[in-house]
């Protein structure tokens, strides 16, 4: 059976130059809880995550997320295998989102991630309606993210606490069946020549802005 040290190891999920090595102390001075994974205890922990996480087991890990995780959901579509949202997923990891949403084709490019996705819950819907139709049963109000005529500044929005943030796919922005099903289309405010942000920005920008309006800061800063 693979331990979950050798399964880290061969999915990327390692920081080279950090980590941990093993426990000190030796086998007498191991932590009895639970949550502690013995092959990393004995081995070190060169995984990619905070402190606080050193030699749990993932299992622990999620679970722990789990009790903490935002009232934010974020949604991107994927119809040409968007290579953002591996980027998406794991900013969504580091701001707590409750879910990320794929929705389009299946399949995206996992590489931006980096490996965060091992935490992080990602749902699959096939369509727009699907997607729109899971969102309005678990009460969430839709909030398109794109620079469209009509779009309301990010900057002065107020946020729902539970809330779902959609972006549509590089370079042509929202679908229209997005457009016509959000509650709101929010405009991230820019100043220079380019017309549009890439995608995996836009998102960063988002869920800070929610986390801004609803999120304890002071956690954020602990580690």
Request: aromatic share 8%.
């Amino acid at each position: 059976m693979e331990t979950e040290a050798a399964a880290t190891d061969s999915e990327g999920d390692l920081e080279p130059s950090h980590g941990i090595g093993p426990y000190p102390g030796g086998r007498e001075a191991w932590p009895t809880d639970a949550r502690y994974d013995k092959e990393l205890l004995e081995h070190g922990d060169r995984r990619n995550v905070v402190d606080r996480y050193r030699y749990w087991r993932h299992e622990a890990i999620v679970a722990d997320l789990d009790t903490r995780r935002h009232g934010f959901h974020v949604a991107i579509e994927n119809w040409a295998h968007d290579f953002n949202i591996g980027s998406v997923v794991r900013t969504a990891n580091a701001f707590m989102a409750r879910e990320v949403h794929i929705v389009g084709r299946k399949r995206w490019n996992r590489r931006g991630a980096m490996v965060t996705d091992r935490y992080q819950h990602v749902r699959h819907h096939p369509t727009v309606e699907e997607f729109v139709a899971w969102a309005h049963g678990e009460v969430l109000a839709v909030i398109g993210i794109d620079n469209l005529p009509g779009s309301v500044p990010l900057e002065t929005y107020a946020l729902p606490r539970e809330c779902v943030l959609v972006f549509g796919q590089e370079s042509v922005g929202l679908t229209d069946q997005v457009r016509e099903a959000a509650d709101a289309t929010l405009a991230i405010a820019q100043y220079g020549s380019t017309r549009s942000i890439n995608a995996g920005a836009a998102a960063a920008i988002a869920m800070h802005a929610w986390v801004g309006q609803h999120g304890d800061v002071a956690a954020g800063h602990e580690g």
